[in-house]
């Protein structure tokens, strides 16, 4: 019986930072009427499963959720709770701004089953804080962190950005660091995107902002590897780093392909071996739901050379691809096809090859793209 996954999307932020391409408003004034809207999508998506459906992962992310008051979570998880059953060591993530930590929300949160918080902190420099529209200060951070230690919470993890523009290799190493010394079980590590649409991209195309050298990328990137690993942390995926595999379970299941509920605006699921998404507005959410519509603007049925290139593509960038296992998935035998390849990018120390699988090494993954690429020919 399988384990879903449930993500949440709740669309609000105090402002929009620069760079976000994730939707979200800043009138916090409908969160009342959101909640309940929330709670009939999943009343109404579960419906067509035997009740109740199994869990294993909850991820509240958005937008702000740390902007849900207790009574609007607990509204959440009585709704959850009422659809479905969530195995006892079920990973329940909430994402939070270090800008809006409040003591009461935090035990609010715990009591309600939330066992894992990833702070959004992308900088400890004031400068970045700014460049990005970061709502909060860097003395937040640790203040916030202190907050959620005290409140009881074991598995904590931070979100950091690199390759910002005018950034040094000193700037990140100093973020890393400060990072480190408080001893969270995870750090992500993310490369700035410029998203179109974002107040970021239109000054990246007007020339105001410019992107990094490839040189200095790759040394930050690398940096990033040299310095957590240093400290401890393991990199299971391409951005991100655990302590004692305290990996997040529900991006595996992303990485995996395993099937997810997606509710809230713009929030996609995975479900029955299809791929929905939910319209990316709020007064078209809140319509259709008022209707006891589904929100969904899109559905699409991934055909089996689909499927395998995700395969190839999320496999290398986390755990590795597992060519036996992709060959009886999917019925394609690449292993032979690709066998003088995978032996350059061996000799490139671009990957390790063992046991009938391929791993990126650090400078691998740097390059996955490119790697993917190479693979993903195989299936034409
Ligand atoms: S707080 Fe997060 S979701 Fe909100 S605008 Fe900033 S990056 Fe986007």
Known sequence: MINYGIYIHFPYCIHKCSYCDFYSIENLNSR???????????SLRTDEFSSPVKADTLFIGGGTPSLMKPHHISQVFESLHKHFSFESDSEMTMECNPGTIDVKHFKAYKELGINRISFGVQSFLDKDLVFLERI?????????IQIARDTGFENISIDLMFALPGQTIEDWK???????????????????????????YENYISGQVKIIEEDLDFELYSSTHKLLTGAGFE????????????????????????EYFGFGPSAHGYLNGSRYWNYRNNDTYFKLLTD????????????????????????LRAQGLDLTKFQNDYGIELANNISKKIKMMESDNLIRYFDNKVILTNKGYFVSDNITLEFARMLK
Do not use: M
């Open 174 to 200: 100093y973020n890393l660091e400060s990072a480190i010394s408080l001893e969270t079980e995870h750090i992500s590590a993310y490369s700035l995107i410029y998203e179109p649409g974002t107040p970021l």
């Open 292 to 315: 006891n519509s589904l929100p969904t603007e899109g559905k699409e049925t991934l055909t089996l050379e689909q499927k395998a290139f995700e395969a190839i593509y999320l496999g």
């Open 136 to 144: 909060h200060k860097p003395d937040d951070v640790s203040n916030a």
């Open 32 to 42: 009342n009427k959101f909640i309940r809207h929330l709670t009939n999508e999943i």
């Open 235 to 258: 990199q299971y995926e391409i951005s991100n780093y655990a302590k004692n595999k305290k990996y997040c379970r529900h991006n595996l299941k992303y990485w995996s392909s395993e």
